[in-house]
């Protein structure tokens, strides 16, 4: 048994061998461009499970620490996480870094044929199924955006609500899409234009009617600069959080 661990206090397994490994990339352990030890060794290191293991990893990759190379293994990031936050910029990351606290309440999740224009983004055929997930979002208690968010299922097999929490990083779904499937995203694309809230988001938001809510809608691609997600979301102007523009770089996980 790793000595490493401390198993007699209400610290989960996995923050723990993710601070480790934390420490030892922030020592020099493990510098730029390294390799760090296989998920098989670090589960004989630290005497833990499979899933421990990975979420872990998944909770440094997140942080922007380590990235994710297919047939190769997991590296030490090029780049801190300081200097990627600027990129790929989501609006879970902008709130959850900000002084603000963020909120999500699923109003919908299930599986269906995908719409035209989501056919149309995902470069995906008309009979493929899709998850499609609708969200109302909170800042501070107040809800500021209602969002659509579409993944095709041949991509995320078994993709399921309970996957997605209220609160905290998982939240995000490109969180969820990594941590469950080791899918990174490289790059994105963004359109955000100016249109009149319809009646039912406006109930949601607490708005009137016709009043200007702003339109985003992203699509994000994977490693193989395949499309995998599509999302549309209105938000309330007068929200103070600011899209960052999108710059592709090896790895980019933000949403």
Known sequence: MSEELKRD??????YQVSQIIRREIETGKYGPGDYIPTEMELQERFNVSRATVRQALADLV????????RSKGTMVAPMRVEETMQ???SFTNQVMHSSHTLV????????????EPVVEQLNIGPEDLVVMMERLRFVDNEPVAVEKWYAPVKY???????FFKETGVEQSTYYVMMKHYGTQICRAQDSISAVAVSERDARLLGLETEVPVLLRTRV???????PVTYASGVYIIRLN???????????????
Do not use: H, V
């Open 9 to 14: 206090i209400p610290i989960p397994l996995y």
């Open 62 to 69: 997140y942080q922007g620490l380590l990235e994710r190379r």
């Open 87 to 89: 990129d790929l910029a």
């Open 104 to 115: 999500t309440r699923i109003l919908d999740f299930k599986q269906m044929l995908a719409p």
């Open 156 to 162: 995320f097999p078994g993709l399921n609500r309970k």
């Open 220 to 226: 994000s691609y994977g490693a193989d600069d395949l």
């Open 241 to 255: 959080i600011t899209f960052e523009s999108n710059r592709c770089r090896t790895f980019e996980l933000k949403d």
